[in-house]
């Protein structure tokens, strides 16, 4: 048992690097100046249409074949049934694993002027807060935020995610240690962030990434 359990932390740790890895190689993909007035569900329908195709293409690292790629998939959440079932944005899957398999899932939320775009946004109800308040279940103590700048620079934005976590510590659960920068892939913007989960004293991991689209 002891060994499945530290095969199961090699293939967290592994999720995590690429899971961001494949983001990168899929953004950087798009022609990003396309889309500075998409809607959020459309910009990740692309996004995630081109990591497929890094994932199904002959450039793709032969470690892009273990993992699977989930566009707005329904979670499995008790008493919760067919349409009723929470959505994420996006999932990465390790598959070939014995046992429940690693799944690192990220929200998204537009950066930008128009309203309904904000930090708070963000890390409200309907962003962070999915994962934690729990409405969206975790099989490991991580998950991801994607924020979608159509507006400004991604340094502001991530000041203005730090300074709110800040302020507003008890709101959003923050643990230590605090917001960071962590460098994981080729982009440039990536951080973390940890909080308590509201249904005790779990503190999980969240990973942000700021992609600019404009």
Not at 19 to 38: E, N, P, V
Not at 72 to 84: E, N, R, T
């Amino acid at each position: 048992m002891a060994d499945l359990a530290d095969m199961r932390e090699v293939y967290v740790a592994a999720l995590r690097i690429h899971a961001h890895k494949l983001i990168s190689f899929g953004y950087k993909r798009m022609d990003t100046s396309l889309y500075s007035d998409w809607e959020e569900p459309s910009i990740t329908g692309e996004l995630v249409r081109s990591i497929r195709e890094f994932m199904e293409s002959g450039s793709a690292p032969d470690w892009a074949d273990y993992y699977s790629l989930g566009d707005d998939p329904p979670m499995d959440v008790p008493d919760k049934f067919g349409k009723s079932r929470p959505r994420v944005d996006i999932e990465f899957e390790k598959t070939g694993v014995r046992g429940r398999r690693p799944r690192l899932r990220f929200e998204a939320k537009r950066l930008g002027k128009t309203r309904g775009h904000s930090i708070s946004s963000y890390l409200g109800t309907e962003g962070m807060g999915c994962f934690i308040s729990g409405k969206y279940p975790l099989t490991h103590n991580e998950a991801g935020m994607l924020g979608y700048i159509q507006s400004g620079k991604e340094k502001d934005w991530s000041e203005k995610i730090k300074k709110a976590l800040k302020k507003k510590g008890d709101k959003y659960s923050v643990s230590n240690p605090p917001y960071n920068h962590q460098a994981i892939c080729d982009l440039e913007h990536t951080y973390v962030s940890h909080h308590k989960l509201e249904s005790g004293s779990t503190v999980i991991s969240i990973h942000h990434l700021l992609l600019r689209f404009f």
